[in-house]
């Protein structure tokens, strides 16, 4: 800090001298602003001199590293085992087919512009790497609507099995808790904990933060209601009087155990202002493909990889013509493959990173796409987007974020699971079983699953033969212990994903991974 | 109930003989669902035998009434003061004019696509008359921001005036007082208010939503980051890892008022999912008048109502042409003047509905829409829609809903007040000086202001010449005295819109207060 000048004086010097984006850095660097794990736009300056670089794998973190190496210009060259691009940032539309290891294969049946993302599918606001990505890259997007106060929290064990609707266990849970701890400070019982004064402005504000009536009390009446609703609500004209509904008591709201999804709404990674891409996530991918899908090779599955002092050869097999073996060389090599397939391949790393590869398992993983007839959820239950959850194995239902109001049929996310029994049980089961079975439960929460439910489609992650699993579950443990390993360049060789990143499971994750990776390898490649 | 059937086996036999419409119906009638002020689309049912209805306004609840009761037979006309439809329902766009009562004339010098709301500007999930119209009528929403974690919460009086982030007044106030809780809950404080193994329930509770650590305090660490996010956000391959971030101290949130505008958020109607029509407010009104526009006169400026028992006759003058009077008649008169204005002119009404009239004051309001050269809050500072608020006297920043990460230019709604001093104060001043100020308070939060301001326009409601104030503002006390005689049937003449409702400012109001005239009326006309 200048001495004699407050941050504020400071601030605006240099905003007067440099201009708001010099200031927004120094505000940055004064500690008002988070610092972010994208560090801007990567700059890779110096020449690399011809050197090459062979990427394998194109999703995101592949595509991120094959766009900015041949734009400091390497020559670059990309093996996937799909046929198409994205790896998991991947769509499900009327048309597609999906054939998971078994052999089973499904057509996806759903009606022109209706979808399932049946991997990644929300962006938070502070992954800014993907979204200044999706800036330059023109990705389009639109809100996800992760809270919704009007869909259900359900619990076979609690109400009789009636679905909760999540603004009335959030604000009765934040309201009890309120007036409780109003009763005792105003009895004096917080004792040191806080300051008299501070006492009269926490009940003040407990009053207003938790619906309390004038006497501190959560209770029925319209201060309460107009938080959580009325029993029926205010209208126009004769008889349109307002009428308050009952809070849940706080007993009942505790027995049922759903307070504990409240966190799945608050949670940094789940805040609002959240984003999808305009017509499914696979937007970003095809966004990216349509920069690097010229250094694409498709349908290479990657057999064995081997370096030495000059370079790196990795021979691959072409899935559509079985048996016939390829190979393709270059200076270096960015394997971005799954460490779930990768821990299979034959590779020569020293041993820490092997270790660091074998040591990570991947997590289970189940979402069901269920296409119905006409938005029920928002013609009858006037649920617009967000989340339920329910203690059901389909664990959520996640309703469409956008079409809104406009009628007509619909897919709902009505089963994702996320490691866990459920997750096993389900993807041990047949595609259409899985389906059958999403159905079966979700009509518990919404009964009109029975009359309209047209078709579906499941995807079952740990049988996926490009990834065998979701995405890298990192225990506390693995991660002292291999991270940084798995991170290092091994001679020749790099690995970036989201499974090489603090962010596991988030594009964000694979796209910062890769941006650290090719900077690194740069620098390499520099120092020659 | 019918004797020994379950609620839920009741639901099921419903479900099963008469399909899941017939299932909610039920539903709604055994107390599952919330009774809506909205009854469904209206019947009118039986023959008008040719009465005529003169609709006095062509917003909302003029053009309502028009719809409905043109389809039940009548013969229709609408006599409208400005000239275009939709009344307050409106919104600025580049090119556009507006007058306000003092004469000062502002041209918006918005850029293309650009727009500002002054009136009116988000839907509610539960505002189903409304986003039933929108349905039929065909306006395409999108998703309203109003809770956005990272906008900001500014007072001068806090934190040396440096803006905080919604996000960390909002969780740490929670994990404050849940850690305040469970310290005294462990202490045995609670006494008789909790149950013993409720108690065991409420600290998992209270750990779980408040991200208390495993000793119940509410600390920086991981666990609290999680949801207030990091000093250093989580990254990809080396030195990726994330550093916890400081939560605020009680006393700092309790001491900066801040927590007082943390129910903006949370109350029924800002809850999310709230709505907007893509394209801007007026969206709505231009779809009624696509159907009933050619209803419509407009310019059209009411100075006389009169009622006998064959009808009423309206004079009014039109204001393109000063002076020259003209005559109206109809069988029946359904009038949606502000009470701002009908207080002001001749009507031959009974006296109870005359006091009605008179009794109600309206609020004053001022917003202010400014473009920007960049849209700097999404790029700078990460803000994606929502809020801010100050208590500056421009109380409320509020960015676009729309356009997201795109780039380009940007208009803010940089000043929004409802009621209090400076409603009055801004109102006072010239547009243009109105202007001036919003960015002149508006850069204290957004420094940026200062090199990215282009152009702005201004609205105040208390010099709006066709409201006279932004909308009706019922007392408990008048609401006892007056609202029913307001909204009877007085001879042949019946009032309708937002002031005639439980729902003042809201265009639910309007429409609901419109849809009840219009079924009493009805009933009225065919009793004879």
């Not at 512009?113 to 790497?129: F, T, V």
Request: net charge negative; with cysteine; charged share 20%.
């Amino acid at each position: 800090m200048l001495a004699g000048f407050s941050r504020r004086q400071l601030l605006t010097l240099i905003g007067m001298t440099a201009g708001s984006a010099a200031m927004y850095q120094a505000m940055t660097s004064l500690g008002l602003a988070v610092e972010s794990g994208y560090k801007g736009r990567i700059k890779l300056e110096g020449d690399p001199k011809g050197a090459s670089v062979l990427i394998l794998g194109a999703g995101l973190a592949g595509m991120v590293a094959a766009l900015e190496l041949r734009q400091a210009g390497y020559k670059v060259q990309i093996l996937e085992y799909n046929s198409r691009p994205g790896g998991r940032n991947w769509t499900l539309r009327g048309g597609d087919t999906y054939t998971e290891l078994g052999g089973a294969t499904q057509k996806c049946e759903f009606d022109e512009g209706l979808y399932i993302n049946p991997g990644p599918w929300r962006i938070p606001y502070h992954h800014n790497g993907l979204l200044d990505y999706c800036k330059r890259l023109g990705v389009t997007l639109e809100p996800f609507q992760q809270l919704n106060h009007n869909a259900f929290l359900h619990s076979t064990e609690a109400f009789g099995g009636k679905p909760q609707r999540v603004r009335d266990i959030k604000i009765d849970f934040q309201g009890h808790v309120s007036e409780l701890l109003a009763k005792v400070t105003q009895k004096g019982k917080l004792e040191g904990d806080v300051g008299k004064e501070d006492q009269e402005m926490l009940l003040e504000a407990l009053r207003s933060w938790g619906a309390l009536d004038k006497n501190y009390a959560y209770v029925k009446g319209l201060t309460s209601s107009e938080f959580r609703g009325f029993a029926k609500d205010p209208g126009g004209g004769l008889g349109a009087e307002p009428v308050p509904s009952d809070p849940i008591a706080l007993t009942d709201i505790l027995k049922s155990q759903l307070w504990g999804n409240l966190a799945n709404f608050a949670l940094y990674e789940f805040q609002t202002t959240m984003f999808q891409p305009v017509g499914g996530i696979d937007m970003i991918g095809k966004a990216f493909a349509k920069e690097v899908g010229d250094l694409i090779t498709f349908n290479a599955k990657v057999t064995k990889i081997e370096q030495n002092d000059k370079g790196v050869m990795v021979t691959y097999e072409d899935v559509s013509k079985p048996g016939a073996t390829q190979q393709a060389s270059a200076d270096w090599c960015i394997c971005t493959i799954p460490l779930s397939i990768l821990s299979q391949i034959d590779i020569n790393v020293g041993a820490p990173m092997k270790a660091a590869i074998d040591a990570v398992p991947y997590v289970s993983s189940v979402k069901v796409g269920l296409q119905f007839k006409r938005r029920f959820w928002e013609e009858d239950d006037l649920i617009f987007g967000g989340v339920s959850y329910t203690n059901l194995p389909i664990t959520q239902i996640s309703y469409p974020s956008t079409g809104f109001n406009a009628g007509g049929k619909g897919v709902l996310l009505g089963c994702y699971t996320w490691g866990g029994p459920s997750s096993y049980e389900l993807t041990s089961m047949a595609p259409e079983e899985r389906v059958r079975k999403a159905v079966e439960y979700g009509s518990q929460i919404h009964p009109q699953y029975k009359d309209e439910f047209e078709n579906g489609v499941s995807m079952a992650w740990h049988r996926s033969p490009f990834t065998l699993g979701c995405a890298g579950d990192w225990t506390e443990e693995a991660r002292k212990e291999h991270y940084d390993n798995l991170c290092q360049i091994d001679g020749r060789i790099v690995l970036a994903g989201e499974h090489a990143s603090y962010i596991p499971a988030w594009m964000e994750g694979a796209i910062l991974s890769s941006l650290d990776a090719i900077d690194r390898l740069h620098k390499r490649v520099l120092k020659g």
